[in-house]
Nanobody, 122 residues
Framework: GQLVESGGGAVQAGGSLTLSCEAD?????MAWLRQIAGNEREGVAA??????????VYTDSVEARFTISKAVAKKILYLQMDSLNPEDTAVYYC?????????????????WGQGTQVTVSS
């Protein structure tokens, strides 16, 4: 249950970044969450992929700007982030294997990555 994130960095408002998360095994439910300084961790997006089909869900604040996806082998999770704004500045975490309930970004997860910093300047 190891998850390794990459792809964070600094970008200007309106720019784009892609985060990656490589897992050591296949997970049907994976998610991205973020923690803005001083706030609790919040869900960003989740994806359920029990078969060749995938079912993504997003929190309202990132809908239409962010895209969650998985590589065909299902071991790499991506988060394409477009039209970034300073409010997206946070440490982003990859998570896998929901501990209860459905596959949503607000669920609890068993495995976590180390986090990657995303900084958006105005």
């Amino acid at each position: 249950g190891q998850l390794v994130e990459s792809g964070g960095g600094a970008v200007q408002a309106g720019g784009s970044l892609t985060l990656s998360c490589e897992a050591d095994t296949v997970f049907y439910c994976m998610a991205w969450l973020r923690q803005i300084a001083g706030n609790e961790r919040e869900g960003v997006a989740a994806i359920f992929s029990p078969s060749a089909n995938s079912y993504p869900v997003y929190t309202d604040s990132v809908e239409a700007r962010f895209t969650i996806s998985k590589a065909v082998a299902k071991k790499i999770l991506y988060l394409q982030m477009d039209s970034l704004n300073p409010e997206d500045t946070a440490v982003y975490y990859c998570a896998a294997e929901v501990t209860g309930g459905g596959c949503t970004s607000g669920a609890g997860y068993r495995y976590w990555g180390q986090g990657t910093q995303v900084t958006v300047s105005s």
